[in-house]
């Protein structure tokens, strides 16, 4: 079955740059989705499209999906943004869908 | 204001049927371009997608549990039903349901879930 592959974990200092990579084969072909989830809490879309920020998003958060792979960027990270991130797209089908295996943003 | 709320058992035997529920407000299964889906997430572990339904009662379902999953819809109740069948100790985790507006898009295909649910936990123990 079809795979997004996350690394288990980053770790940035407050106001430094984290970058959260997914890869699968399908995303020249498919969108990415992004979602952070916080200790106990539900997922939260954080990008929608690749790139699009749903309303209430902070713009220190964008998304970026090149060739095999997708990005999620943090600009100016905060203390506030740590938790567990999970990007989500499909197969080549697009009827497949799948979650990566999620990356925990530490904040130093 | 679209919220969704799951409900069902908070203990399965193994080898049970799971059914759960997800009642929604803020929109209608019989409006174009929408959907609800089911993911769970084992304790500590990744998110999973089982499966969605859209209003013109397309299905799709994970390729690895397809053959245990059936995701119905009530309209009229405002309602998603999921069952999972022959559960066993690794289907216990908590249960999302989520809303999915894919009108901007390929329709009915992937889009994002947005909101989710708060979710439900499930145990699957004698």
């Known amino acids: 079955s079809y795979e997004l592959t996350q690394p288990p974990s980053v770790s940035v200092s407050p106001g430094q740059t984290a970058r959260i990579t997914c890869s699968g084969d399908a995303l020249p072909r498919q969108y990415a989705y992004w979602y952070q989830q916080k200790a106990g809490q539900a997922p939260l879309l954080v990008i929608y499209?690749?790139?699009k920020r749903p309303s209430g998003i902070p713009e220190r958060l964008s998304g970026s999906n090149s060739g095999t792979t997708a990005t999620l960027t943090i600009s100016g990270v905060q203390a506030e943004d740590e938790g567990d991130y999970f990007c989500h797209s499909a197969d080549l089908s697009g009827r497949d869908e799948v979650f990566g295996g999620g990356t925990r943003l530490i904040v130093l | 204001q679209i919220t969704l709320r799951e409900s069902g058992p908070t203990l399965v035997k193994p080898t049970q049927t799971l059914t759960l529920t997800c009642s929604f407000s803020?929109?209608?299964?019989?409006?174009?371009?929408?959907?609800v889906g089911w993911i769970r997430q084992p304790p500590g572990k990744a998110l999973e997608w089982l499966g969605v339904i859209f209003w013109n009662d397309d299905k799709r379902y994970s390729t690895s549990l397809k053959n245990r999953l059936t995701i119905t819809k009530d309209t009229s109740k405002n309602r998603v039903v999921l069952k999972m069948t022959n559960v066993g100790p690794a289907d216990t985790g908590t249960y999302y349901c989520?809303?999915?507006?894919?009108?901007?898009?390929?329709?009915?295909?992937?889009?994002?879930?947005?909101?989710w649910g708060q979710g439900t936990l499930v145990t699957v123990s004698s």
């Open positions: 989520a809303y999915r507006d894919c009108t901007n898009g390929f329709c009915p295909g992937l889009s994002w879930f947005d909101p």
């Open positions: 803020g929109f209608s299964l019989m409006t174009s371009g929408v959907g």
């Open positions: 499209k690749d790139n």
